[in-house]
């Protein structure tokens, strides 16, 4: 089976506090933009627009169906908001987006991202393949969806938060899930 590699470079603003960690994108043809969280149907850019300002549409450009990366990168180097996946190589066992069907080849070296993010205190994984890939590399226990771990690297105390998958095959509604990533959210007194 044919191994990919990841397709972007990770988004590592230097001012950033929190460490945003997907799994791994999806195939080319599903993507809206180039840039993180591209699937249209993936409500990322949807949650954050609705809590940030307060319109889940905020980083659409709904007449080309697509997110606005124009809008987003500027917003994430304003509040200090890195992105990168747990996988750096994987195999798709089967020809969709599906995490369950990801097979990691190469783990991404998420200790040498985090000493590239100085001011980086925060780590939060969106979804299952991505905190299992993570705790794996750092022998931590997962945390349920919407609650943290705390963990020290390099002597920095750190917080691990487990997020509900912004995927619309998560059986979540975009509100419940929104509701999720606030409590992170100001907890880290961002909102």
Known sequence: MKIERHPLEPFLPANARLL???????????????????????DMWRIVGLLFFNDKNHFLNEAAKAFDKDRIIPFLQKKGIALFDTATAIRRLQDNASDKFLEVVEPTDIEGMLRRLPECKTIVTTGEKATETLCEQFSLEKPKVGDFTEFVFDGRPMRLYRMPSSSRAYPL???????????????????
């Open 20 to 42: 945003m960690l997907g799994s791994f994108p999806p195939q080319k043809k599903r993507w809206s933009m180039e840039f993180y969280y591209p699937n249209w149907n993936n």
């Open 173 to 191: 509604a975009l509100e419940k899930k929104a509701a999720t990533y606030r409590i992170m959210y100001q907890d880290l007194q961002m909102l």
